[in-house]
Every structure is written in structure tokens, then in C-alpha cells.
């Protein structure tokens, strides 16, 4: 295994064990340790978000299937296929609170990352440099400010289908029967496209990642 593979392997091990929850400061420093800074901290929160967008993009598009095999029955089981949606319902909605833990990670690295790279401009005895660290933060605000526009908008936009996935697990658990199922049959075009809308708005998001994680590996080092 390369150096660099087992770098990326050290940090995955470590941001699957810890959080910012206790003492950032140490946190931070234990992190130094294996030579990562907070620039690199944040690049791997923001890849964090975009496969926990990725895993709930998948639910939710299991979850719709559920829906679909639900309102298809036609004398089966229902009781199993009720399971299998109301199953599907817990692990979207599972996924859509990682997504959010995983965005507010990824905001706390970002908040002291920018709040450290300002105080450290006072540093410099070189005004041009100075002044070239100071351009480069503000490049950099403002490109996390667009990807963090995009998922939040992409993690509100799952609170609406969790909503209606909800409701009709819900109504099925107290009426569950041939009837009850046949009046949610029309109801598919409409969540299909809502769920459409969220895996749109959750790619949107995940390329907003890349394209951060990209620039944020390719450019100018943090001074």
C-alpha cells in the first residue's frame, strides 16, 4: 500500500470514529498528528456528504419501489407488502438523518477552517502574499457557500417525500385492505415525481461536491 493510500485509509478510520461533538481543539490536534489540516478535514467531510447523499438517493428510490409493489398487489400478501414499504420508509428516513449529521459536520470544519485561515492572515510579513492568502479565502467562501446552498437544498427537499411516504405508511398500517391500497393507486404518478425531483436535486448536489473537492485539491495550498 502506497503512502498516500495509507494516509486516506488512516483518515477514513478516523472520521468514521470521531466527531466535532467533544473537544474540537483535540480533535483537531490528534488529526495533526497524521499530518492532516483542517483544508484537508473538509474536503473529506464534503466527500462524506456526498455518499451519504448517494446512499439516500438509492432509498429513496427503494422506498418508491415499495410503494409501487404495494399498490400493485392484487390478492397477495399485503401484510408482507406493507412490511416491505414501511421497512423501506425507516431506512430512507435512516438515511436522510445521516445525510443531515453529515452536512453539519462538514459545516463545523468549515466554520474553523475560515475562522483559523483569518486570524493566521495577521501572520504574514509580505503583504503581497498576504493579500494573495486573503483572495484565496474569499475564492473559497464563496465557492462553499454555492455547494452548501445546493445540499441544503437538496436535504429540505427529502423532508417533503419522507412526508408522504410517511402518511401512506401510516394510513396502510390502520387499513390495510384491498380497498385502502386501491385508493392510494392513483397517488404513484405524483410521489414518483417527487422523488424524481429529490435524486435531481440531491446530483445536483453531489457534482456541486466534486467540483469543490476538485478545486480544494487543485489549488492554491491554504497559507
Known amino acids: 500500500m502506497t503512502k498516500t493510500a495509507i494516509r ?41 456528504v456526498a455518499t451519504a447523499q448517494e446512499d439516500a438517493k438509492e432509498e429513496f428510490a427503494d422506498a418508491l419501489e415499495a410503494f409501487r409493489s404495494v399498490v400493485a398487489v392484487d390478492g397477495g400478501d399485503l401484510e408482507k407488502e406493507y412490511d416491505k414499504l414501511s421497512n423501506s420508509y425507516d431506512d430512507a428516513n435512516a438515511k436522510a438523518e445521516k ?9 463545523n470544519v468549515s466554520r474553523d477552517l475560515f475562522t483559523e485561515w483569518q486570524k493566521e492572515l495577521d501572520q504574514y510579513s509580505d503583504p503581497k502574499l498576504r493579500r494573495a492568502s486573503e483572495d484565496q479565502l474569499e475564492a473559497t467562501k464563496d465557492r462553499y457557500k454555492v455547494l452548501v446552498q445546493k445540499m441544503d437544498t437538496a436535504a429540505e427537499s427529502m ?29 404513484t404518478d405524483t ?12 446530483e445536483r448536489s453531489i457534482a456541486e461536491a466534486d467540483a469543490f473537492i476538485q478545486e480544494m485539491q487543485g489549488g492554491a495550498p491554504v497559507a
Open 8 to 48: 486516506a485509509a488512516m483518515l477514513a478510520a478516523a472520521l468514521a470514529t470521531t466527531t466535532l461533538s467533544g473537544c474540537a481543539t483535540a480533535y483537531y490536534g490528534a488529526m495533526e498528528q497524521f499530518g492532516y489540516e483542517k483544508r484537508d478535514l473538509l474536503v473529506a467531510r464534503v466527500m462524506d
Open 99 to 107: 445525510v443531515r449529521g453529515r452536512i453539519k459536520d462538514m459545516k
Open 159 to 187: 423532508d417533503p417525500v419522507l412526508a408522504v411516504f410517511h402518511d401512506r405508511v401510516l394510513f396502510l398500517k390502520h387499513n390495510l385492505n384491498a380497498r385502502a391500497i386501491a385508493s392510494l393507486g392513483g397517488e
Open 191 to 202: 410521489i414518483e415525481s417527487d422523488v424524481a425531483d429529490l435524486i435531481a436535486e440531491m
